[in-house]
């Protein structure tokens, strides 16, 4: 082609670009059905979403009712445009951050419009000529000061929201009032548009479908400590290569779940925070102990940072002497199996908010084969060993030796939430049979992949 | 007390509130000097937080001329508070924050006020009972379809604060369209105030003292590679307790900073989500490899994970069979002192933005290293060994060589990161010194402290 005329170039260059053209019409249809899929996926992963976003409409529906009905908007004019912008803005997909947003936005509005206004005040004593100096150095005092108050990690976690509202209300009433004489009006004209938006976003948050940040933490933490019990359940057989089992290997994604607990601490804190908002609800009361349940997903994702190191034996290919693994090969799987089940039941225990019956004797359990390991590991080994060989396996005896103890951590902390938090005795009649117990964990881990998604900001 | 008459009660009380109301003095002073001194450290500990507050003081007074200039708050009027709320909400710490937000602002108020005037005048031609019928449903759909389109991950992670902004201007364009007649002039003007204030925004942010979001991603891989360099470097003395080093005694919380690897994810990917907004500066062009320090991040992060088992046995106070112990003893003290040195040669080429010259021969000598671990290992035992006395020490060294592979693979990522962002070649008489290095580093770790807490969100 290179070699060609201008002409053969030119209708070269018209066919590439006639197949380019052709092409247009496939490329965007492969677009929009690609587009249609991950929209399908993310409202079938989480319902809630969809739910979400008809209530952000929804809100805002109500709200913009003030621009419809005359009455309404003779007395609020043009400030009515605040209460829109108050549900654009303070809706969020959780009671609890929206609670949080709304009681920031409503209290700094009420305070800093206060201020504003005494600004004003002193400022329209000083004469034509000073009054912008001083206004000018309030304004860029207090943005300077609120702004390093952000800083502060404890007031960055609960009140970031409101500093800004702070900020801004403050700047709009001081300023603003230099042109208006109806300052006093603005500032309460402000104000209670603004909580007539909060308290539209609220109402709507709270009584139709409301997502508890709570209730997504607690599952989020129980369904974290399912994943681990999930991967140690099977990791003894796995590793020691008893096991061709279909339903583990169906499993794979599955049983790679645990990944996601190595990361779960900021979305946890999030939920925590939010969840400080949140008045009593279902089984949580105001002032459910929100932070033991970070203690207990601390201690998760410590346990979490062992299994990884284990899951690297999984995949390594080195040789291991097969009959040093026999000796502790059903210790080994006894402890693994143990962990898990320990720490499923513990997950459950959470779900239902019971207190973990049987947890205790997984604990117990695991202490004697603890004990039992060490005995074989003491006098286990022939004269003839290589102990290169030998070292996987010791050193997975060694690392599950670890797992066990953190199970046992985690037990207690659990059962410190438990006692905490007044979970229920376990009726003995209640017990709930193998296939409820896996009803409720199936929808349990379908909830938490969602909340993870919804939060991540 | 409570078997004493009414007045003895009655005195009683009176003195426990006079003992209570003498301390609240001293409560209160307590707690402003506690006040004081965490303003100071976090003053001294990121000088930049109290640049950034000043920033935005600079910001807000000079939209805040607005209002004192009658010409340009004629041409305005109220509109000029659009361009004070801009200037709050869209200053952000880092200039890759601000640009992202400004642009957002801006482009979403746009597109959505050109929408809103369309639907608004859709809905004019279908007669005054239909038109707030037809506004309601344009505002409720777009608000929940913007809503949902929010959940795209890929969307949140760029977009998110556009969304928000186009749900927000388009119900306000649409229905304030309903009340006035110049709505056309509302749109436009609620654009040109929206883009002053994002470009004043914009401006200060990057010409004075600018905080770059690049620079911090940079120092903060950087920084971790550090941490867990530093660790490392001390592990084979202090396990196998041949140290009682002052110095490394003295840096005990250093040491254990590489925990807060562990948790970086969030912020990295924060970070480069920020720093793609960036336009080319100092030493980084546009479109710099950002996605490759993400990779380099996950890798040291994996490396931490192993790290954090090692760390399990510098506190684990089983015994060690001593003469076992002696004899990988220095081996596995190199290869700890090899991969520390590594990732700290590492850490500084990122640092320098020269490409790593000694790292691959540690990493050569890693190789080795492994070797004659793995030979040690094969025949280093006698007859009579109490395996449970060797296996924290197998352990130690099997996880060894997993952190030495590790490394490895970081090294390789940062050759890919080098040759990406064309890292300079490094001269061999430009070679810094021990001091020199060590004065980069440290300064590198106060700054890598520092951008951790001010994005933390």
Redesign the interface.
């Known amino acids: 082609m290179e070699m060609g005329s201008g002409g053969d170039e030119r209708s070269g260059l018209l066919a590439r670009g006639w197949l380019l053209l052709k092409a247009l019409p496939e490329k965007f249809k492969a677009k929009m059905v690609n587009f249609v899929v ?2 399908k996926k ?2 079938q992963d989480d319902p809630r ?2 739910i ?3 209530k ?3 809100a ?2 109500l709200v ?1 009712l003030f ?2 009905f005359e009455t309404l ?1 003779n007395s609020f004019g ?1 400030h009515a ?1 605040w209460a ?2 108050t549900v ?2 303070v809706f969020e997909f959780s009671v609890g951050a929206t609670l949080g947003k709304g009681l920031n936005r409503a209290m700094a509005t009420l305070v800093a419009g206060a201020l504003g206004v005494g600004a004003h005040y002193m400022a329209s004593i000083s004469g034509n000529v000073g009054e ?1 100096i001083i ?2 150095i309030f ?3 207090q ?3 609120s ?2 108050i952000r ?3 404890k007031i ?1 976690a609960r009140y ?1 929201y409101g500093l ?1 509202i702070f ?2 209300t403050f ?2 009433v001081s ?2 009032g ?2 208006e004489d109806e300052i006093l009006e603005f500032a309460q004209k402000r104000l209670a548009t603004v909580v007539i938006g909060a308290c539209a976003c609220v109402i709507v948050s709270i009584f139709v479908c409301p997502v508890w940040a709570g209730q997504d933490l607690h599952n989020l933490i129980s369904l974290n400590m399912e994943k681990l019990g999930t991967f140690l359940e099977g990791f003894g057989n796995r590793y020691f290569g008893s096991t061709e089992d279909e339903e583990f290997k169906d499993n794979e994604s599955f049983v790679h779940g645990y990944k996601s607990v ?2 779960s ?2 979305i946890e804190e999030t939920l925590a925070n939010f969840a400080r908002w949140e008045p009593g609800h279902g089984r949580f009361m105001y002032r459910h102990p929100w932070k033991q349940y970070l203690k207990v997903g601390t201690l998760t994702r410590q346990c979490a ?2 299994i ?2 284990l899951n ?1 034996f999984l995949s390594s290919d080195i040789q291991v002497q097969p009959e040093f693994a026999r000796k502790i090969q059903d210790t080994c799987t006894k402890m693994s199996l143990d962990s898990g089940k320990a720490l499923k039941e513990l997950a459950l225990a959470v779900k239902t908010m019971t207190r973990p019956s049987s947890a205790d004797s997984h604990v117990a359990n695991l202490k004697t084969s603890t004990k039992n390991l ?1 005995c074989l ?5 022939g ?1 003839d ?4 060989k ?3 396996v ?2 997975v ?3 599950l030796i ?1 797992v066990a103890m953190s199970v046992e951590e985690i037990t207690a902390s659990v059962n410190e939430l438990a006692s905490l938090a007044h979970f229920k005795q376990k009726a003995k009649d209640t017990n709930l049979t193998l296939e409820k117990r896996h009803g409720v964990l199936k929808s349990l881990s379908k909830q938490g992949q969602c909340s993870r ?2 939060y ?2």
Chains 1, 2 share one sequence.
Not at 377 to 381: A, E, F, M, N, V
Not at 385 to 388: E, G, I
Request: a positive charge.
């Open positions: 991950v929209t993310l409202g979403r969809v979400h976003s008809l952000v409409g929804l805002l529906s913009s621009y419809y908007f043009v445009m829109i912008m654009v803005v912008p206004l000018g304004v860029f005092f943005a300077a000061v702004t390093f800083f502060f990690p960055k970031d800004l900020i801004l700047a709009l300023i603003s230099f042109r190595l990361n601490k900021t940072y062992r990884e190191a690297g060490r590991l003491k006098c286990g080994l004269n060993t290589d102990l290169l030998v070292i996987p010791t050193t005896a060694s690392l670890d998604c919804c991540n900001s």
